[in-house]
Every structure is written in structure tokens, then in C-alpha cells.
């Protein structure tokens, strides 16, 4: 729905090998590759495919079709959450090791996104993507500062981040980048923060209703798809 009108989505919506696998996954999609939408929101609880959504869409339009590629990189941001603290420098090891473990769930993501693609395939195009430097991850702790020019940004577990993040964020997007949230408003990990006062909840308040207009989109997401047992871990517990 666009204000007054309706849109049909686009048929035979893939990205990067990944079909959705439902009606919300489907809608997500449509917005995650729509270069009309500048701001997207995917709230949802664990297992529902917004992370994994959202990667191989930005993949996809980085990096699948050089020829006709819609952004020139896709820079990955997530807080850092450890011990009540979101700074790597509490963490030990170098800045590379710190982040290690980040991009094993980025090799896990292209994995997961086709039957066919073994890990060693996965990690050969990680690592080419990576060194042509179309793909970056990092703490959002090096994001302030940055200016965004024709990328593709994902703020992953948004919900853990503060609200005058996701404001930093959108005000130095240039013409040509795309700004993706994605989180768990009813996981909440940082401390001082609650499911009404993080990053995903004020900006899906503030842009929401029609207020964003057509350069925003949200989905809440509900169907678990990784397994009958993450769905009901995150239904349950």
C-alpha cells in the first residue's frame, strides 16, 4: 500500500539464490529491493528471515548483477553487546578477531540462502565480495563520523541500539544508499534500554503511519521458518 493506493508485488521475487518461503517474507523482499523505498524496517522474532532477508538482498544488488549494480557496497553494522558494554575495546583481541565471529554468521547467511552453495564455495565468495571491498562489517561504535555514499547499510539487532543512532544514521545517507533495520523488539539485550525507547521501536513510531512516506517500508515478521524448535524457543521463552 502506497498512501491512498495498492501495488501488486513483483512475481517471481528472489535475491541472491534466496526465495521467500512466505506472504511476510515476500512483502519484505519486495521492499528490500525496491530502490524507490530508502528506509527499511524488519522487526520480527528469531527465525523469521530478516537477517538473512536483508543480506541477500544487499548482496544481490551489489554484487550478483555487476552490470547493473544499484549500490557499490554493503557495510554490515551491529552493536556490540558484552557485559552491559557496546565498545570492542572490552573485548579482547585484535579489532579482526573481535569481529571473527560476526562474519562466520555472514558465511552461515550465504550459505543458508541455496541448497547448492557448499561452505567452501560461501567462504571463496565472502572473501572475494570482501577484498574487492563491497563488503564490510564492524561495531556501530566506528559508524559515527561516517558518510554514506551508493551503499547498502544494515543496522543488524537494531533493537540494541539507541534511538539517536538510527538519526545519526539517516542524516548522513546520501543520495543512493539505502538504510535497512532489522531486530527483535522483544529482545532487548543492552542495558537502559526497553522495547520502547531502543533504535527499531522510536524510528518505526516516528516514520511510521504514512508519516515516512514512500522512502520507508515496515514489516513485522511472525512466521518462524528456521525450525519447529526456534520457533517455539522464541514463542516460549
Not at 554484487?63 to 553487546?81: D, F, K, M, T
Not at 556501530?140 to 545519526?168: C, F, I
Request: glycine share 10%; hydrophobic share 40%; proline share 5%.
Amino acid at each position: 500500500c502506497d498512501g491512498s493506493r495498492l501495488r501488486l508485488l513483483r512475481p517471481n521475487l528472489e535475491a541472491f539464490d534466496l526465495k521467500p518461503r512466505n506472504i511476510e517474507q515476500r512483502f519484505a523482499l519486495d521492499l528490500l529491493l525496491d530502490p524507490e523505498v530508502a528506509v527499511v524496517a524488519l522487526d520480527g522474532p528469531a527465525g523469521t528471515g530478516k537477517t538473512l532477508l536483508a543480506i541477500a538482498a544487499g548482496l544481490e544488488q551489489v554484487w550478483n548483477n555487476p552490470a547493473q549494480r544499484v549500490y557499490e557496497r554493503l557495510a554490515i553494522y551491529r552493536p556490540v553487546v558484552a557485559v552491559g558494554r557496546q565498545e570492542l575495546g572490552y573485548l579482547p583481541g585484535t579489532r579482526e578477531e573481535k569481529l571473527d565471529p560476526w562474519m562466520g554468521a555472514i558465511h552461515d547467511a550465504v550459505v543458508a540462502m541455496s541448497d547448492g552453495r557448499r561452505k567452501g564455495v560461501a567462504d571463496e565468495t565472502i572473501t572475494q565480495i570482501t577484498s574487492e571491498g563491497r563488503l564490510t562489517m564492524d561495531s556501530v561504535a566506528y559508524l559515527r563520523g561516517r558518510s554514506l555514499h551508493s551503499t547498502w547499510v544494515l543496522l543488524d539487532e537494531a533493537q540494541n541500539l539507541e534511538p539517536s543512532l538510527a538519526k545519526t544514521v539517516l542524516t548522513r545517507a546520501a543520495e543512493g544508499t539505502k538504510v535497512v533495520f532489522t531486530g527483535d523488539t522483544s529482545q532487548i539485550d543492552a542495558p537502559f534500554l526497553s522495547s520502547h525507547n531502543n533504535a527499531m521501536s522510536v524510528l518505526t513510531a516516528a516514520l511510521g503511519g504514512g508519516r515516512g512516506g514512500r522512502l520507508f517500508g515496515h514489516i513485522r515478521l511472525t512466521q518462524g521458518e528456521r525450525s519447529p524448535l526456534a520457533t517455539m524457543a522464541a514463542a516460549l521463552l
